[in-house]
């Protein structure tokens, strides 16, 4: 029928445009997805045999969708490729019947509101080739996070281009976390669906949420764009809210002998406060949440770290080795953007140790040690990285854990191998400190071994 849907295009190539495309593919076997992204190198990398990405089953849904290989044998062609990453973005978005905007927005750097507001630039650009191309009744959807009101922007700069022409423009923002993207797309806790409330703003929504159909009709939530819009910040501010009340609380911790971990578990079974996202550490990472509800408790949480490592070195790392446990800004994942580890690092040189070595099972060597370069590189910074841990400790004289990997904990996981605190020590020199931001390590055990443990959100 007229109504149908034939082909969607996704325009970004980002950490949201590829997952949540790819996701989309393997749902809608019959739908056309295209993710067009004006960088060859980006489309190059999702065309390539390993994708861009580090996320749990990914790899899979990219060669059942990208490559139409089965999933038990792939050898044998099973369905018919849906997905494709192109560079083509005016014929691509010319022939959608839906275009979803999954450009990154970051934090603007230039002009009114820098350092603060939300840098919708790339999304402007973005939005007039848009304009230029669709077709008419085509759908436009922003996924990406944007500030309150842009459905309004978008909607006057396709009406400057094309005056007169119908196009919907629909808000669904995308609540994955990095680490846990495809399920958190196969198994969202809810779908938020921001549109007009005129007939035909109520029929590109149901279109829409028609592509939705695995997920249970009662968590497809409908909306007006601007509550669409604004329950996506809203989300991030009071997740961020609640870590840095959690990292508050850690920091009394410390000054009066409690202890974090029991404080969230008692905390955490209040039904009303629920367990997940209570867990302290160095502030929040990552490119959202910051960039969401900027300058939260962030740094400050990286100063009394940083502080107590130094103090444990009475006062100075001059002559010392150190080692950071995590580069990515969570565990299990590749991205670096917005990482507490660069911040850590970069005032930890302040101290001017010998040395620091850097180890992240999930990070590409070569790109830690450029992206290091780059970021550090006018303090002629002696920080390596390594791919072995026991090459990273090699006469260091503290290791600090910066993020929750299950290696850390000695437990295996899918990635990499665990961590042998035993032998690793071997390899340090006396003293031997671990500083452990995430409670990963049992710190009797280790100081058995000879070793001092400091552990965030602990007085010991
Ligand atoms: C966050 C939100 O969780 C997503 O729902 C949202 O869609 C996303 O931002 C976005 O707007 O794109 P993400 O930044 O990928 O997702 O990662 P989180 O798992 O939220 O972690 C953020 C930071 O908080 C990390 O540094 C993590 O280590 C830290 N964290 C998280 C803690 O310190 N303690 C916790 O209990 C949980």
């Known amino acids: 029928t007229i109504n149908q849907v034939s082909k969607i295009c996704y325009v970004g190539a980002g950490y949201v445009g590829g997952t949540s495309a790819a996701v989309m593919a393997l749902a809608n076997p019959g739908i056309q997805v ?10 190059d990398r999702w065309n390539s045999k390993h994708v861009p990405i580090n996320e749990a089953g990914l790899d899979l849904v990219i060669r059942i969708t990208r490559d139409g290989l089965s999933e038990h044998d792939s050898a044998q062609p099973q369905r018919a490729a849906n997905l494709v990453f192109s560079t083509d973005c005016s014929r691509h978005v010319r022939e959608a019947d839906i275009i979803f905007l999954t450009v990154s927005t970051s934090t603007k750097d230039y002009g009114e509101g820098a350092g603060a507001a939300i840098d919708i630039g790339d999304l402007k650009i973005a939005v007039e080739t848009i304009a230029v191309a669709a077709k008419p009744g085509a759908i436009i959807v922003e996924k990406s996070t944007v500030p309150c009101k842009t459905a309004q922007m978008i909607q006057d700069i396709l009406q400057y281009h094309r005056p007169g022409v119908p196009f919907e423009v629909l808000s669904n923002p995308e609540f994955l976390a990095e680490g846990t993207a495809v399920m958190d797309l196969l198994r969202p806790s809810r779908v ?4 007009g409330k005129t007939a035909s703003g109520l029929a590109a929504a149901e279109k829409l949420a028609s592509l939705y159909h695995w997920i249970s009709p009662e968590k497809i939530l409908r909306a007006n764009h601007w509550s669409a819009e604004l329950a996506k910040l809203a989300s991030n501010a009071i997740l961020a809210q609640r870590l ?8 009394m911790c410390e000054a009066i002998g409690a202890d974090i971990t029991e404080v969230s578990r008692a905390v955490g079974m209040d039904p009303r406060i629920g367990p997940s996202y209570l867990q302290s550490g160095l502030g929040f990472g990552g490119s959202c949440l910051r960039k969401d509800t ?24 001059r002559g010392k080795k150190l080692v950071v446990f995590g580069y990515a800004f969570k565990e299990n994942i590749s991205d670096s953007r917005e990482s507490q580890s660069i911040q850590v690092i970069r005032q930890l040189l302040l101290e001017q140790p010998e040395e620091i070595t850097v180890y992240d099972p999930g990070c590409d060597l070569d790109f830690m040690q450029d992206e290091l370069l780059r970021t550090l590189s006018p303090m002629n910074s002696p920080v390596k990285t390594y791919q072995n841990p026991y090459e990273a400790c090699e006469g260091a004289s503290a290791v600090l854990i910066l ?3 299950e290696a850390f904990k000695a437990r295996s996981s899918p990635w990499c191998q665990p961590v042998n605190w035993g032998s690793l020590l071997k390899h340090m020199k006396q003293p031997r400190w671990v500083f452990d931001t995430r409670r990963q390590v049992q710190a009797e055990e280790l100081e058995k071994l000879g070793c001092k443990v400091v552990t965030l959100g602990r007085s010991s």
């Open 34 to 43: 295209i993710v067009v992204d004006t960088s060859r190198a980006k489309t």
């Open 192 to 195: 938020l669906i921001g549109s």
């Open 244 to 251: 840095s009340s959690i990292n508050t609380i850690g920091a």
């Open 294 to 317: 900027l300058g939260l408790a962030y740094l400050a949480e990286v100063d009394r770290f940083v502080e107590r490592v130094i103090q444990s070195f009475h006062g100075t790392l």
């Open 403 to 405: 993020t929750p990997w």
